[in-house]
């Protein structure tokens, strides 16, 4: 097949975190059996090196600048612009922010002159470049990476807004927005239940997948010891809102209680593009903000405990399946572990389960003090990964999707 992927994000190297490591590996995937032509863009932060090695894994690679950020972010009345402009054609900012032109035409050429077989939008904020019509001559497929409805509907549930006032008036618009744009696509594809049944009851008609992230068991191998202590680590993009409420809250509401009886206790937080927020934990006892790194599992074979205190944001998340495959210990909250069986009167034992502060306290001075439990946890965490949610596994789901064919994949 020729398969058009589209993403707006540049999608390597996929160690930056986010969508990057979905979108490359699936389309690492694809492109071992199919012809794939990847139309992306990229600002100054893509280096000439990084294009040359993502032109290396497709047949063909399309780049366009990132359209000019137009000052919205830090000017009142271009925002109420933006919201007017949401309100008459439906579409967030955060879409048209993203939007070219030439991009758009490139893309409008190309199915015009029938060269592929299926389009994909990696992410929905590509679905603006997808028209209706597009169905009439080729498969289109939106893979959602994550609900913007559901996000925006449990960051006010959550309290973890940084704009309550903004989200509540936005909320029923990205409803319409979302009910509006999937009824565009031939397949839809989404990474939890959950955003399936959210999104099959906006579209009862529409073909909706499941298929979870998944892990390069070789760049996040097991490890071969327990180092035992007090350090705990999380990880993740630290520019991500729900990663910056995750951590602050975290260093604020449990680190502090654990020190009381664990007076050694570090907590290294690791990923790129640390927010001021982030960067101003480093002053708390304890603390290392480390920023990018050459290898995050470096840092998790240092760990005794990997902390995942996520209070909001939708979906598997990649930074809790790559601590399983790596062998470390997890605690998490229900956010932190959305869409794993970890725990359960049928279920091995893979991860233990905190939402409130005296809740992970309990848990992470266990972890401390028994070695055997920690042992069980880095087995059972990492033998589910390898059996479910390895990226070559979401990949032979998601050329099915590409295909039209729905049979369970030979693991």
């Not at 990229?42 to 359209?67: G, K, Q, W």
Request: with cysteine; aromatic share 8%.
């Amino acid at each position: 097949m020729n398969i058009l992927i589209l993403s707006a994000t540049f999608p390597y190297p996929p160690t930056r975190g986010g969508t990057q490591v979905r979108t490359f590996n699936l389309l690492k995937y694809l492109s071992q059996r199919h012809a794939i032509t990847l139309v992306t863009q990229h600002d100054r932060s893509v280096t000439d090196a990084e294009i040359t090695s993502l032109r290396d894994c497709v047949d063909h690679l399309v780049v366009f600048n990132r359209p000019i950020d137009d000052g919205t972010a830090t000017n009142p009345w271009k925002k109420v612009q933006r919201l007017g402009q949401f309100l008459l054609q439906g579409t967030p900012p955060s879409v048209i922010n993203r939007y070219s032109s030439e991009m758009q035409a490139w893309i409008d050429d190309a199915i015009q002159v029938k060269k592929y077989d299926v389009i994909t939008c990696e992410h929905s904020v590509n679905e603006i470049y997808v028209r209706s019509h597009f169905q009439k001559s080729l498969k289109t497929i939106v893979n959602i990476h994550s609900s913007v409805y559901g996000s925006c509907l449990n960051q006010i549930a959550t309290g973890v807004s940084d704009n309550l006032l903004r989200d509540k008036i936005n909320l029923p618009l990205l409803r319409r927005y979302e009910q509006r744009y999937c009824s565009k696509f031939s397949a839809m594809v989404v990474t939890t239940e959950e955003d399936k049944i959210q999104l099959q009851a906006f579209n009862p008609d529409s073909e909706i997948t499941v298929i979870p992230n998944g892990v390069d068991l070789e760049t996040f191998p097991n490890r071969t010891t327990d180092p035992g202590g007090h350090k705990l680590v999380f990880i993740g993009a630290m520019d991500n809102l729900a990663n910056i409420d995750a951590v602050c809250f975290f260093v604020n509401q449990v680190l502090p209680e654990i020190q009381k009886s664990y007076p050694d206790t570090t907590l290294d937080i690791v990923g790129s593009r640390p927010a001021p927020e982030v960067l101003a934990l480093k002053e708390k006892p304890g603390v290392n903000v480390t920023g990018s790194v050459p290898s995050m599992v470096d840092y998790l074979h240092k760990a005794t405990v990997c902390v995942v205190p996520m209070r909001t944001g939708f979906g598997i998340k990649n930074k809790t399946l790559e601590a399983m495959a790596a062998g470390i210990p997890i605690v998490a909250s229900d956010r932190g572990l959305e869409g794993l069986a970890v725990d359960g009167a049928d279920t091995p034992i893979r991860a233990l389960r905190a939402n409130e502060p005296a809740e992970y306290v309990k848990a992470i001075s266990q972890l401390f003090e028994h070695p055997q439990l920690r042992s069980q946890l880095s087995d059972n965490g990492r033998q589910l990964v390898e059996t479910e949610f390895t990226w070559e596994i979401a990949g032979q789901r998601y050329e099915q999707v590409c295909l039209g064919t729905h049979d369970t994949p030979h693991r």
